[in-house]
């Protein structure tokens, strides 16, 4: 069975740090362009950033470039998202999800609420 | 970047009646030489992650009741709800999965 499991959400003040991770598992992690997607609170559906097969190629949204790293090890079937300088804009859930040319693949998500 | 644009943005049906979910990209999700089209449907509930409800523009996903049923071609997609049933109300989304980055639909809300 095709899962992904996020972790490392949380509560963090403005300006702080979080990394989040995402283990994968039930599919050939390494043939896989892998994203995180998230939600603010009543609010739609955000691409955040995505990464390559190899890692050799990654891209974040607008509102997040300069401040938020993707990344992954294939040896350890994850992904990761550094994320520095946290906005309370910030604040949504955060999904792993298996969604570029393939089909789609989604975690239970991650909770990030950036607040004083 | 596709622009993926739903209608419309809620919608309020009868029980047993049809609910009808428009979505257009802003160019074909359409990939010729393996003739699938890139396209996928999900169901959320409050507080809980998005539901795969159809994957390549209509094929339901294992567990999913056959009142789902999804269409259209590269450019206009409809996900089309038999027989609406009262666990049916949630918000409808769709999503491109042809080229980087995934882009979703605005969401539609569909109530009783």
């Known amino acids: 069975q095709e899962q992904l499991v996020e972790s490392g959400g949380g509560l963090v003040k403005p300006g702080g740090s979080l990394r989040l991770s995402c283990a994968a598992s039930?599919?050939?992690?390494?043939?896989?362009?892998m994203s995180w997607i998230r939600q603010a609170p009543g609010r739609g559906l955000e691409w955040v950033s995505y990464?390559?097969?190899?890692?050799?190629?990654?891209a974040h949204g607008d509102s997040v470039r300069g401040r938020f790293t993707i990344s992954r090890d294939n040896t350890r079937n994850s992904v990761f998202l550094q994320m520095n300088n946290l906005r309370a804009e910030d604040t949504a859930v955060y999904y792993c999800?298996?969604?570029?040319?393939?089909?789609?693949?989604w975690g239970h998500g991650t909770l990030v609420t950036v607040s004083s | 970047e596709i622009v993926m644009t739903q209608s419309p943005d809620s919608l309020a049906v009868s029980l047993g009646e049809r609910a009808t979910v428009n979505c257009e990209s802003s160019?074909?999700?359409?990939?010729?030489?393996?003739?699938?089209?890139?396209l996928a449907w999900y169901q959320q509930k409050g507080g809980q992650p998005p539901k795969l409800l159809i994957y390549?523009?209509?094929i339901r996903e294992s567990g999913v009741p056959d009142r789902f049923s999804g269409s259209g071609s590269e450019t206009d997609f409809t996900l089309t709800i038999s027989n609406l049933q009262s666990e049916d109300v949630a918000v409808y989304y769709c999503?491109?999965?042809?080229?980087?980055?995934?882009?979703f639909g605005g969401g539609t809300k569909v109530e009783i």
């Open positions: 999503q491109q999965y042809f080229s980087t980055p995934p882009t």
């Open positions: 990464i390559s097969t190899t890692g050799s190629h990654s």
């Open positions: 999800a298996r969604v570029i040319s393939a089909k789609p693949v």
């Open positions: 390549w523009s209509s």
């Open positions: 039930g599919f050939t992690f390494s043939d896989h362009y």
């Open positions: 160019q074909s999700i359409l990939y010729s030489s393996k003739n699938k089209t890139y």
